[in-house]
């Protein structure tokens, strides 16, 4: 496989993504555990979600300032997806 704990692979087979986070934002469910049961590993209910990763952009923290910011996910609480930094 990937190298990856197996309850993370889990959560990725079921199109899951793990949060920071005790509860999942929407439009997600909270779909178990994942990293050690750390995080929430959360599952898109619309399967219309992107991670940000996935479209190319990178996840900054807040006190970073996008020259563009783009549409995407990111694991931690307030980060933002930008496309350029």
Request: glycine fraction near 10%; hydrophobic fraction near 20%; aromatic fraction near 8%.
């Amino acid at each position: 496989g990937l190298g990856l704990p197996r309850d993370t692979q889990r959560c990725l087979e079921h199109h899951g993504y793990c949060f920071h986070l005790k509860s999942c934002p929407e439009p997600f469910a909270a779909f178990g555990s994942c990293y050690r049961r750390r995080r929430t590993c959360c599952v898109d209910t619309t399967s219309n979600f992107h991670a940000c990763q996935d479209e190319g952009g990178h996840c900054v923290s807040p006190e970073i300032r996008c020259l563009q910011e783009q549409e995407g996910l990111c694991p931690r609480r307030g980060w933002k997806c930008c496309s350029k930094v």
